[in-house]
């Protein structure tokens, strides 16, 4: 069992950065790949980065390439770091661990955290 506690979300104005921090708990953490989603009102969830807890090697949608960078510490804390925001970034973040990078990116998820509120303003 993993538990994810995400927090940092907020409101930022375009152009702007947040930086999102998922507390992660449970047995095997370093197994996992760990990622974010999100989930604009009226759309699907959908992948945003994810990340290999033992090798670092990390994947992101092309949305958010250049913008956005995940990491993750000793401390079994992941981080998804946003600049130049955009109000198309507004929406619930959620943090996610899977099985797989490649498992993540196709939804396969096995944990999920609560999520976090980010909204960027125009």
């Known amino acids: 069992q993993v538990q994810l506690v995400e927090s940092g979300g907020g409101l930022v104005q375009a152009g702007g950065s947040l930086r999102l921090s998922c507390a992660a708990s449970?047995?095997?953490?370093?197994?996992?790949?760990m990622g974010w989603f999100r989930q604009a009102p009226g759309k699907e969830r959908e992948f945003v980065a994810a990340?290999?807890?033992?090798?670092?090697?990390t994947s992101y949608a092309d949305s958010v390439k250049g913008r956005f960078t995940i990491s993750r510490d000793n401390a079994k804390t992941v981080y998804l770091q946003m600049n130049s925001l955009k109000p198309e970034d507004t929406a619930v973040y959620y943090c996610?661990?899977?099985?797989?990078?490649?498992?993540?990116?196709?939804?396969?998820?096995?944990?999920w955290g609560q999520g976090t509120q980010v909204t960027v303003s125009s």
């Open positions: 996610a661990a899977a099985a797989r990078i490649v498992t993540m990116t196709l939804g396969g998820v096995d944990y």
């Open positions: 990340i290999s807890w033992r090798l670092g090697s």
């Open positions: 449970g047995r095997n953490l370093s197994s996992y790949a």
